[in-house]
């Protein structure tokens, strides 16, 4: 059969930074708790460089098959991503030096609740992907994570005028016993404002040092939500929504101080040489986001 690719001259001579195909349905094998091994579907980004002037283009089935062959028999690890970017590369060789590949899913993690017994399914949006470019390799993770934000501002507005409904309520007398401010403190009328919080979401991505000493997806959604320190829950009983409230109420943040401390979380882990982050505050308040991101500023690496 003719191979339009490999035969007929371009239109326009010339190279192209990358040439593939987006969005391609693949499962990928990944280890649970137990051991057992789960597919899980995904969708993959595969590109090639096209290097040589001359040539028509790249062969998109050879990325496909290679794709697939290799995640179908490999639990997915950052050595599987370098395999596979290694076949890009051998399967285009002399037209192509450079490959790239992205991989999309959802990471399913069963989390246990705050205070009670109970547990139940997260789902986290996770990218693994590498490239390989000018003869050095990039190998990457990201993940998003979802957490609760209460404004600083508003807790301490809200603050006040509990202070001045107490002083009210209380402007006759000289003297209170605890027994009387636990009861004024009890009554609903009492706190008379709250602090808004809102659902959030970090998106970290990180490059990796080592592909074969590299943080998993598990540990990289661990150290950005100890650093958040409210990730959103699974189960929840009245104990762990009281818990969570506790948490919230010492864990107060602006979009600012959420980014400053994925950066230290970041930054203290030696197996990431390079990271991009991104904290969106989905206001309450406003009808627009509150963000803040940043970028480690390796020179040609993740910028924000």
């Not at 809102?198 to 943080?215: F, G, K, M, W, Y």
């Not at 506790?246 to 400053?260: I, K, T, V």
Request: some cysteine; overall charge negative; glycine content about 6%.
């Amino acid at each position: 059969m003719p191979d339009i690719a490999h035969e007929a001259a371009p239109q326009r001579l010339g190279t192209l930074d990358w040439v593939g195909m987006s969005g391609i349905e693949v499962p990928v094998r990944l280890r649970d708790e137990q051991g057992q091994i789960l597919l899980v579907p995904a969708r993959a980004d595969a590109f090639v460089s096209l290097d040589d002037p001359q040539a028509k283009g790249i062969h998109m089935s050879r990325l496909f098959l290679s794709l697939q062959a290799i995640l179908a028999e490999e639990e997915l690890n950052l050595l599987v991503v370098r395999q596979v970017l290694q076949a890009f590369i051998g399967s285009h060789l002399p037209i192509s030096r450079n490959a790239s590949l992205t991989l999309h899913f959802e990471l399913p993690v069963r989390r246990r609740a705050l205070v009670s017994a109970n547990s139940g399914w997260r789902s986290y949006p996770v990218l693994v992907g590498g490239e390989q470019r000018d003869g050095r390799a990039h190998y990457y993770l990201g993940a998003q994570i979802t957490y609760s934000s209460t404004c600083p501002c508003s807790a301490a507005l809200a603050r006040q005028l509990i202070a001045e409904r107490f002083q009210s309520d209380f402007a006759h007398r000289a003297s209170l016993s605890s027994e009387e401010v636990i009861a004024w403190l009890q009554r609903e009328s009492s706190i008379c404002a709250t602090p808004h919080s809102q659902r959030s979401l970090a998106a970290v991505t990180i490059e990796a040092a080592d592909p074969a000493n590299a943080p998993t997806l598990i540990e990289l959604i661990d150290l950005a939500e100890r650093a958040l320190g409210t990730p959103v829950q699974a189960a929840v009983k009245r104990e762990d929504e009281q818990e969570f409230a506790r948490l919230n109420g010492q864990n107060l943040m602006f979009c600012e101080d959420a980014g400053r401390r994925l950066k230290a979380a970041l930054d203290a882990d030696p197996r990431i040489v390079d990271w991009r982050i991104e904290a969106r505050h989905v206001e309450s308040l406003h009808p627009h986001d509150a963000v803040s991101r940043a970028a480690k500023g390796v020179p040609g690496g993740l910028s924000a």
